[in-house]
């Protein structure tokens, strides 16, 4: 079983919404998680992190408008993305800080 795997991606119009998951094998609530993403020909950026401790962490550019969250149970961490912004279109991946595991990533576009 992959490490982690993301979902939840798609092509959404600007303002819309879009919910990320993060399935992890195991051991969510012992793990800190973190989002990033890549948009085309620009480094790789760290978007929303989520700790063992509950605290939580957003880059500036997403303030306001994203939600990281976790359910323990279903060992997965959700990224809700509302006011999408053109400039929010970039590849989205999740990432286990304590193994240092990505997923493969999940395509979000957002255009009219």
């Known amino acids: 079983q992959a490490p982690l795997v993301e979902s939840g991606g798609g092509l959404v119009q600007p303002g819309g919404s879009l919910r990320l998951s993060c399935t992890i094998s195991?051991?969510?609530?012992?793990?800190?998680i973190g989002w990033y993403r890549q948009a085309s020909g620009k480094e790789r950026e760290e978007v929303a992190s989520i700790l063992v401790n509950g605290a939580t962490k957003y880059v500036d550019s997403v303030k306001g408008r994203f939600t990281i969250s976790r359910n323990t149970v279903k060992r997965t961490v959700y990224l809700q993305m509302n006011s999408l912004k053109p400039e929010d279109t970039a590849v989205y991946y999740c990432?286990?800080?304590?193994?240092?595991?990505w997923g493969l990533g999940t395509q979000v576009t957002v255009s009219s």
């Open positions: 195991s051991g969510l609530a012992r793990n800190n």
């Open positions: 990432t286990n800080f304590n193994t240092g595991a």
